[in-house]
Structures are given as C-alpha cells and as structure tokens.
C-alpha cells in the first residue's frame, strides 16, 4: 500500500501537459501573428489612399494609380470602397474602406476565413470653382 502512497515521478506528468500546453499556444500565436501583421498593412494601405485622395482632391487616376502602387509593393489587392467619387470639394470628407479575407486555419484541422477592413477617413485640400 505505500506504493500508491507514493508521489514520485509526478513532476514528469506535470511537465509533459506543460510543455503541450506551452506548444498549443505557440502554434496558435504563430498563425494568428501574420494575421494582424497583415490588419496593420491594410490600415496603412488604407491611409495612403485616404491620403492621396485628400491632397488631389479627387477620386479617379490619382488615386488608381496608387492603389496598383500598393497593390505591388504590400503584395495583396484589397477591395476598395469610397464614400464618393469624382472631385471633392475643400473640406469635403473623404472616406475609403479596404476589405481583404484572410485564412487562419491550422492545415488539415479546417479553414477559419476571417475578413479584415482597414478604414481611413481624411477631408479635401483642394477648392474646385
């Protein structure tokens, strides 16, 4: 009867559902990282937009032509949402929504798509008579 008494050799247990445990959550930190990376990149591409729309005053060339800018240099292609197109006038607001859909599934486990917006909202510096 002393041998159930025992309690030797119980820290190996302890330490084996430790060690899963520390590994469950450092996989899930490893795939959900890249995910917020990405939300940050798409906020920042929304406010370059947002940005070149205020100085030009306007939705159109400007504007596409620095949305395919970024769409090279951050590697994703967003869809892109104004309040408005055309010219806006000074002081008018200006507002774009990015929205891009991004996998966070663990392989075989299954596919989780969530989707990221990146918002910006910024008012016109130009006067159009």
Not at 20 to 45: D, H, I, N, W
Not at 53 to 72: F, Y
Not at 78 to 88: L, Q
Request: glycine fraction near 10%; include cysteine.
């Amino acid at each position: 009867m002393k041998l159930l008494k025992s309690k030797r050799g119980e820290i190996m247990v302890t330490a084996c559902v430790v060690i899963m445990v520390s590994m469950c959550a450092v996989a899930f930190g490893m795939k959900l990282y890249p995910v917020y990376v990405r939300g940050q990149q798409l906020e920042t591409y929304a406010n370059e937009l947002c940005r070149v729309a205020e100085v030009s005053g306007r939705i159109g060339d400007e504007t596409g032509k620095e949305q395919e800018k970024l769409n090279q240099l951050m590697g994703m292609s967003p869809e892109v949402a104004w309040n408005t197109s055309g010219n806006v006038q000074l002081n008018g607001t200006i507002q774009v929504t990015c929205t891009l859909a991004q996998d966070i599934g663990f392989g075989n486990f299954g596919s989780h798509p969530i989707t990221l917006h990146g918002r910006a909202t910024g008012q016109s510096e130009v006067y159009w008579k």
